[in-house]
């Protein structure tokens, strides 16, 4: 069964908080496949950690709302911060798109959380 994601890129806008949805995005993606933290999200923090190729998103308009989805992503760009900041809402398909915030973080925070055993084998090898 599907995990359907949406994925959004934005600006850290002043006063919003990562726990809530920003008014604009400048790129957004839908992910059909493995949406769940554990899946998508690792990708998404590896993307950035290990410079991995993340596979099967398809890009969208901005103003596409999907009323089938599982999970939404924000990931927090902005010029002169080099790291991003990941936030994970789940939601409701059908009849909550907002959904709760489940996740705010670094891709490494991401990592420990949604891949612990992971981190723990790259700590290992680098030893």
Same mark, same amino acid.
């Given at each position: 069964?599907?995990?359907?994601?949406?994925?959004?890129?934005?600006t850290?806008?002043?006063?919003?908080?990562?726990?809530?949805?920003?008014?604009q995005?400048?790129?957004?993606?839908?992910?059909?496949y493995d949406?769940?933290p *554990?899946?998508?999200? =690792?990708?998404?923090?590896?993307?950035?950690?290990?410079y991995?190729?993340? +596979?099967?998103w !398809?890009? #969208?308009?901005?103003?596409?709302?999907?009323?089938?989805?599982?999970?939404?992503?924000?990931?927090?760009q902005c010029?002169?911060k080099?790291?991003?900041?990941?936030?994970?809402?789940?939601?409701?398909?059908w009849?909550?798109?907002?959904? *709760?915030?489940?996740? =705010?973080?670094?891709p490494?925070?991401?990592?420990k959380?949604?891949?612990? +055993?992971q981190? !723990?084998? #790259?700590?290992f090898?680098?030893t």
């Amino acid at each position: 069964m599907a995990t359907r994601a949406t994925i959004r890129f934005a600006t850290r806008e002043e006063g919003v908080s990562f726990n809530e949805h920003p008014q604009q995005w400048h790129a957004q993606f839908y992910n059909h496949y493995d949406g769940y933290p *554990e899946g998508l999200g =690792v990708e998404i923090a590896e993307s950035f950690t290990n410079y991995r190729k993340v +596979e099967g998103w !398809e890009v #969208e308009a901005l103003d596409i709302v999907h009323g089938d989805i599982e999970f939404l992503y924000y990931v927090w760009q902005c010029h002169g911060k080099s790291e991003p900041w990941i936030s994970i809402f789940e939601t409701r398909q059908w009849d909550d798109i907002e959904g *709760e915030c489940i996740f =705010v973080g670094t891709p490494d925070m991401l990592l420990k959380k949604y891949a612990p +055993e992971q981190i !723990e084998t #790259e700590e290992f090898l680098q030893t």
